[in-house]
């Protein structure tokens, strides 16, 4: 078993619980983690051995286009997608940050992470 990660991609996306969050939009950070068989791809050196990091950029673009209410359907979105594509994918974990969360206070960033 391997892991394959992309940090801190960034997107920004009209997700949040307020409407007025799904009009003006935030900036988002996507954690994204896979634990998957990488024995073939290590031995064999060829893509089509393993997980494309461009493809799985695309399936969180994908999700990161459609506005969601919460951070935790962001995340589950994501899952779906990539266990849906990669069927081999043993398991997938998600970080959704929100930038300057609207909570009344100073907050950098919230998140949620979800592994499944």
Known sequence: MGLISLE???FFAYHGFYDEEQKIGNKYTIDLTIKTD?????ETDRLKNTINYEEL??????VMLQKHRLLEHVAH????KVK?????????TVG?????P????ICSKAKVIITR
């Open 8 to 10: 801190g991609m960034e």
């Open 57 to 62: 950029y695309n399936l969180v673009l994908e």
């Open 84 to 92: 849906s594509k990669y069927q081999l994918v043993e398991t997938v």
């Open 102 to 105: 609207p909570i009344g206070g």
């Open 96 to 100: 959704v940050s929100k930038h300057n």
């Open 38 to 42: 990488l024995s073939l791809a290590a």
């Open 77 to 80: 979105a994501i899952i779906q």
